[in-house]
């Protein structure tokens, strides 16, 4: 007779990511997955991202499902389906995740959770913990909440603003009952302590106090081994771009009117490097279309190129690639540059030169290896760009060097040691 089936492994240490997920564009998504990868090099033999339904995220800006790269085998990917259906008109997706989550939690595997974004990722998990104590159990779940730029620059500071205090404390509420709590950058944190501050004086709570003891910092966890792409994949990338190295300007994020790709394209005209470098803008956004038109509407608009399908291998070499990286990052109401994660991916793929503003978590991230502009600031952006242009090749490479070195603490494997460390 033919052996049965052998019994499934066990799993032995489980990592579980709560977050908005690829193909979602933003720069904890990517962090997601760097965790999810560090966590199978250190060990976790059990690692899971919980995130959306592709059809609860179709407002939010994406790449093409066939630009995004696979999981390494290990890393399992869930998107719960929603609970209910038309008659339940908000919740539902939250409701297949917290459902989820409970089944997991329940598995009796020592777990270590984590939440990127507070909104609504660490209420989830904390409802799916109280679900689990209402079923009798003690699930052996430790759970750590990372608290990133909108979570607070627009989720709790716009409640704060409208005075809906009872959405600000939820958000607080949730993030500190977590095991461990942290934030992207020491901007961010100050952020939180300001908003807790605030609450604070209307509900008469002492969140700031607990932020202030509790509130640690995590950076976010980035793919250092993917920097500094070989000679033959950055030579087929711009070939196939009808892009020359060291010959164009980059900019490659989401655009969003934030990200002051407006101030790039009016300094990019007023430089007299745009005779001699393209302007290339890779990303897509709200701001697209209005950008599109800006740019057309210069005297150099032939001169600059809009790429709206750029993979997460192809950004290695555009960046490595160019002759400078701009982010004339602005603040806005509604978001603050928090840290700066693709600042961070350019400085590990070498290149040239990152221009940029010292708003929000940006000079954290950037250290002192970037030339740094006003914010909307076009001339300064223009005299930057000419400043790329006067470099020698080896006062390039020294400056790439550099932001190298400082790039590599950001590296995903120490972050996720430190993230666990003494748990």
Known sequence: MPNPDPAPVRPTRRLVIVVRADPVICGHSGEARNLAEAALLAGFDDVRIVTWPLEAIQQLPRKPLHSVLPYSPGIVVERPAPVGDYKVPDGRFTAGMVGRLVELFCEDVPTVCVSLYLTPHASVVMEALSVCRALGRDPDVTTIAEAVGSDITNVVRSCVEEGRFGAAAHVFASY????????????????????????????????????????????????????????????????????????????????????????????????????????????????????????????????????????????????????????????????????????????????????????????????????????????????????????????????????????????????????????
Not at 183 to 212: K, L, N, P
Not at 217 to 235: C, F, M, R, T
Not at 358 to 363: E, F, V
């Open 176 to 423: 500190l009952g977590h095991d461990r709590c942290v934030a992207v950058s020491e901007y961010t944190r100050g952020c939180i302590i300001d908003a807790a501050e605030q609450v604070d004086a209307t509900w008469g709570t002492s969140f700031a106090a607990t932020c202030r003891e509790r509130v640690g910092i995590s950076y976010p966890a980035i793919d250092a081994g993917s920097g500094e792409p070989d000679e033959a994949a950055v030579g087929a990338t711009l070939a196939l771009r009808g892009l020359e190295r060291d010959g164009y300007v980059l900019f490659l994020s989401r655009l969003s009117p934030e990200k002051g790709v407006d101030d790039l394209i009016e300094g990019y005209a007023r430089s007299a490097a745009h005779s001699e470098l393209r302007l290339v803008i890779a990303g897509t956004g709200p701001a697209l279309d209005e950008m599109r038109a800006r740019a057309a509407a210069t005297a150099v608009g032939g001169r600059i190129t809009f790429l709206d399908d750029v993979d997460d291998a192809e950004k290695w070499s555009l960046m490595a690639g160019c002759a400078a990286f701009v982010l004339p990052s602005k603040p806005k109401p509604e978001f603050v540059e928090t840290f700066g994660i693709s600042l961070v991916e350019k400085m590990l793929a070498g290149g040239g030169p990152v221009i940029t503003t010292a708003t929000g978590g940006i000079p954290e991230a950037v250290g002192d290896t970037a030339i740094v502009i006003p914010v909307s600031d076009p001339d300064a952006i223009a005299a930057g760009l000419d400043e790329v242009v006067a470099l020698d090749d080896a006062e390039r490479r020294a400056r790439a060097d550099k932001a190298r070195s400082h790039a590599m603490q950001f590296d995903r494997t120490r972050v996720f040691e430190r993230l666990l460390a003494g748990l």
